[in-house]
């Protein structure tokens, strides 16, 4: 469905520790999916993208799960830095047709605070 | 630089006024979507085109409209505003697939 942003989970670490944010996606014809790192007053930044073809993508300190079976996304950060201190938002989209790729529906996003 | 422009980056206008928000998408970008993001909402797809023309429709409202134009860059035209129509304004441009969003616009009605 789309994002709904009232009382935004929360997730709290200390620097060096990793950190795993969850994302409960809702259209299963949903084949494209993305990241997104949000700092305040910005727009959101691009992280990690995963097609619907597979289960597992790594990145520099990051790496995207997506278990299709139940609708459901995670993205780990290793090693988390303070500069990681961010709102993560997951999307879904579909392909469009042709040479583009439908509307991106956001999840409601979680709120990462590293602590040094 | 995300490579995609908004402007401008901050409005503050009165209730009942018309504004206009500008994107011009990455170079090379044939879509371009706009999404609002309020505090009690989060990222709300309002609308995209592809290449000039319309391809979907989110919430907008009637008092929204958008067009893309020949060059590629967008307008949102937000009209009789009210204050609940505060927020975060931000469009994104694609090409076959992978978002780039712009900085947004900051629209205060007051």
């Known amino acids: 469905g789309e994002s709904v942003g009232l009382h935004l989970p929360t997730l709290s670490v200390q620097e060096g520790d990793n950190s795993i944010i969850n994302c409960a996606y809702s259209n299963s014809a949903s084949d494209y999916f993305i990241w997104y790192k949000q700092e305040s007053g910005k727009g959101p930044q691009f992280i990690i993208d995963?097609?619907?073809?597979?289960d597992k993508r790594q990145g520099q300190r990051v790496t995207v799960l997506l278990n299709k079976t139940v609708k459901h996304l995670s993205l780990q950060i290793a090693a988390t830095q303070p500069g990681d201190s961010a709102v993560y938002f997951c999307?879904?989209?579909?392909?469009?047709?042709?040479?583009?790729?439908?509307?991106?529906?956001f999840g409601q996003g979680t709120i990462l605070t590293v602590h040094p | 630089d995300s490579g995609v422009t908004q402007t401008p980056k901050h409005l503050i206008t009165a209730t009942g006024q018309r504004v206009t928000l500008r994107c011009s998408p990455r170079?090379?970008?044939?879509?371009v979507y706009w999404y609002q993001q309020s505090l009690d909402q989060g990222l709300q797809f309002l609308i995209h085109y592809y290449n000039g023309e319309e391809r979907a429709k989110g919430n907008i409202l009637e008092r929204f409209s958008a067009q893309q134009f020949p060059d590629l860059h967008s307008e949102l035209n937000l009209s009789s505003l009210e204050l609940g129509d505060s927020a975060l304004y931000f469009c994104?441009?694609?090409?076959?697939?992978?978002?780039?969003f712009g900085s947004g616009t900051r629209l205060t009605v007051v």
């Open positions: 995963i097609r619907s073809n597979m």
């Open positions: 994104a441009s694609s090409a076959d697939y992978g978002y780039t």
């Open positions: 170079s090379g970008d044939l879509s």
């Open positions: 999307a879904e989209t579909y392909d469009a047709g042709g040479t583009s790729y439908g509307k991106l529906t």
